[in-house]
């Protein structure tokens, strides 16, 4: 006989920390969060990488506020403020992913509920590849 678990919503925003290592998937993970999220969101230990980058330039057309910086390890840091329950801004040209597919997947189910129109582009490679 299994017992039941009865999960009942947080009746107060989750605030904490966590420290990972560098990553390029838990890196494009924190910058669309991040973007996603009601408020400023501080991240480090962010992988500076094009792919990355790539997520950094759609979320800033997105209407994210970016401020990260390159640290002395060689990691991005800083903060991102969201555009939370408001949604993303109608973008005014194409969402380049560059060569990231992990950008442009990642992407689409994040704009799909949204009422904005978005085209995503990228490189060659990546407008070969199936989505």
């Known amino acids: 006989m299994s017992e039941s678990v009865v999960i009942r919503p947080l009746e107060k925003p989750l605030r904490g920390s966590i420290r990972v290592p560098g990553d390029k998937s838990i890196s494009h993970r924190a910058v669309l ?3 996603m999220a009601e408020g400023t969101s501080q991240i480090r230990g962010v992988l500076d990488s094009d792919d990355v980058r790539s997520s950094i330039r759609v979320v800033q057309q997105l209407g994210a506020q970016v401020n990260l910086q390159i640290m002395p390890d060689g990691s991005l840091e800083g903060a991102i403020t969201g555009w939370g329950a408001k949604g993303p801004s109608q973008p005014d040209a194409p969402l380049d992913c560059g060569n990231s597919g992990t ?14 129109e978005a085209e995503l582009t990228g490189d060659e490679s990546l407008a070969r590849r199936p989505m």
């Open 103 to 116: 950008t442009a997947r990642l992407l689409m189910g994040i704009l799909a509920p949204w009422g904005i």
């Open 33 to 35: 969060l991040s973007a």
